[in-house]
């Protein structure tokens, strides 16, 4: 098993689990690969898809890493991407078959995260094990006020030059935070609301 230093990306799609239990399963098994598909073909930046984790994607890169400012960018664009997707399946162009309601919880939120991983095969997929991952998946519990955003670990941003590290982005600006976890201790991060970026696309 090879460990490396490896970015770790991961959209997961909030509301997941109200859509689930309200939605017809006919519909919701169209709705949900849907979404998750569109976030892995809006992947621009050659991070590869380790786990498909029924509402989430596990991205990961190992080697050099995106610039600071290619990194937001590309998670700008799941999230643009998403919502275009949404709005195909709420106007039913997407599956004129089916009169698909689907709620306004759905949305997504984006961890980063960078640590050492140890990677393995199992069968065709790709295992990621390690303590960042454990790390990177509790980053989804945090204290964070809103609902779709995008989270960055303090891990992550120590790999950048200060210089190269913008904090504001025109739509948002990057809001330090902290978190305590059991067995882990304090993991320190920042954020930025990504919901102003639907209102850009209306």
Not at 84 to 93: A, G, M, N, V, Y
Not at 104 to 133: C, P, Q, S, W
């Amino acid at each position: 098993m090879n460990i490396e230093p490896t970015l770790i990306c991961i959209p997961d799609i909030s509301g997941f689990t109200k859509f689930m239990s309200e939605t017809d399963i006919e519909v919701s098994s169209k709705v949900i690969p849907s979404l998750l598909n569109q976030i892995i073909y809006s992947n621009e930046i050659g991070l590869k898809v380790s786990e498909i984790e029924g509402d989430a994607v596990l991205f990961f890169k190992s080697g050099e890493l995106p610039s600071f400012k290619e990194l937001i960018t590309q998670c700008r664009l799941f999230y643009t991407r998403f919502y275009e997707k949404l709005h195909k399946l709420r106007t039913s162009e997407e599956f004129p078959e089916y009169e698909v309601n689907i709620p306004e919880v759905l949305g997504l939120k984006i961890i980063l995260h960078f640590g050492e991983i140890g990677a393995t095969r199992i069968g065709n997929k790709i295992k990621l094990i390690g303590e960042d991952i454990i790390v990177a998946h509790r980053l989804l519990k945090n204290s964070i006020s809103v609902d779709e955003y995008l989270l960055v670990s303090d891990n992550l941003m120590q790999q950048y030059d200060e210089l190269d590290i913008e904090r504001n982005f025109g739509w948002g600006t990057l809001i330090d935070m902290q978190e305590n976890y059991e067995h882990i201790g304090d993991i320190r991060y920042s954020y930025i609301n990504l919901q102003p970026l639907t209102k850009q696309q209306n």
